[in-house]
């Protein structure tokens, strides 16, 4: 696996700080599948480039930004 540059890794975590809600649209992740329309919220972004999240369902999958579909509901107050 080839991680990501350091630029790519500071656009996403600009793009999607620590406490931005996001909403699925879709998820490739047939093990345990998140339904769209569940809307989350951004734990942190590890070196790889997924966005680890805290789904109002209680599960923690991370979000893969090339693979899974998501839109931003609200950003992150600072």
Do not use: C
Request: glycine share 6%.
């Amino acid at each position: 696996m080839q991680f990501p540059s350091e630029s790519y890794l500071e656009q996403l975590r600009k793009k999607y700080p620590v406490g931005t809600k996001l909403q699925l649209i879709s998820m490739r992740n047939e093990t345990y599948p998140i339904l769209p329309g569940t809307v989350g919220v951004v734990t942190h972004i590890d070196d790889a480039g997924s966005i680890h999240m805290r789904w109002e369902n209680g599960s923690s999958l991370a979000l893969i930004p090339e693979i899974d579909s998501f839109q931003t509901v609200s950003k992150a107050k600072k």
